[in-house]
Nanobody, 114 residues
Framework: QVQVVESGGGLVQAGGSLRLSCAAS????????MSWYRQGPGNQRELVAQ???????TYGDSVQGRFTISRDNSKNTVYLQMNTLKPEDTAVYYC????????WGQGTQVTVSS
């Protein structure tokens, strides 16, 4: 069993920045890909960014060039640095950790005001 806990959400003005963190604990020795997803009001959950255990990162088109994903394997933690935030980035952000199966966190709210 793996526990996944996100933190760092909040309210920010458009153009501002936030940094999300996601820590995995428990039986976390076999983690491969770590990912961030988001779900805005009335929208489906979408992939924001993901990073492999070797550090290869991929991004959704809407955040390319503004968001940066990184991870600290020694801490089983993944980060999402979000810059130049827009109101349309408002969503609940979820962390997903892949081992043999996928584990999800409870989500953290990000609200960007115009």
């Amino acid at each position: 069993q793996v526990q996944v806990v996100e933190s760092g959400g909040g309210l920010v003005q458009a153009g501002g920045s936030l940094r999300l963190s996601c820590a995995a604990s428990g039986n976390a020795f076999s983690i491969s890909t770590m990912s961030w997803y988001r779900q805005g009001p009335g929208n489906q959950r979408e992939l924001v960014a993901q990073i492999t255990s070797g550090g290869r990162a991929t991004y959704g088109d809407s955040v390319q060039g503004r968001f940066t994903i990184s991870r600290d394997n020694s801490k089983n933690t993944v980060y999402l640095q979000m810059n130049t935030l827009k109101p349309e980035d408002t969503a609940v952000y979820y962390c997903k950790v892949r081992t043999i199966i996928d584990y999800w966190g409870q989500g953290t709210q990000v609200t960007v005001s115009s």
